[in-house]
């Protein structure tokens, strides 16, 4: 499976740009998907939802279904937290997965970088970046920098790096 990433400091806009950038890709006709890390506990579940009792029973995965979607909850019970090449096991082969977070793993990405947020570039520091999306000019970058406004630039960006032509 392709893997592209976005990733940036927190407020930076990886999720805006995400929501812009997946319709997109949609309407040149690729099949994505996302897989984002949480860096906090959540839930998608809620008390009084069978799902939910089921889980506080102590299953270690519950599966929900129905005729428009299924979610797969899984509890780690003490084990330890699932790897992103472990994650991508479980998705359905599809033409790219963007993936939002796992800075460390190594896989190519996005830099969504917004001067206001007032960090340091992460390409300094990964090599992993292949290029950086900014609402900024940044000079003296020996990989592209785009513009964080420019969708279709980063599309086309994206199906660049991996050969991929719209259908």
Known sequence: ??????????GSGK????????????R???RVSTLKHAHHGFDVDQPGKDSWEHRNAGA???????????????EHRGAPEAS???L???????????????????????????????????????PDVVAVAADTPLAGLTIPVLRL????????????HFRLAAA
């Open 88 to 126: 991508l096991t479980h998705m359905t082969p599809v033409d790219l997965v963007i993936v939002e977070g796992y800075k460390a793993h190594p896989h190519p990405k996005l830099e969504v970088h917004r001067a206001s947020v007032g960090k340091t570039l992460l390409c300094h520091d990964d």
């Open 60 to 74: 270690v995965e519950v599966m929900v279904s129905s005729t428009r979607r299924w979610a797969l909850m899984h």
């Open 1 to 10: 499976m392709r893997i592209f990433g976005l990733a940036g400091w927190s």
């Open 84 to 86: 992103l090449d472990e």
């Open 149 to 160: 406004d420019d969708t279709a630039g980063i599309a086309d960006f994206v199906l660049a």
């Open 15 to 26: 999720t805006s740009l995400l929501v812009r950038l997946l319709p997109e890709l949609n």
């Open 28 to 30: 040149r006709g690729l």
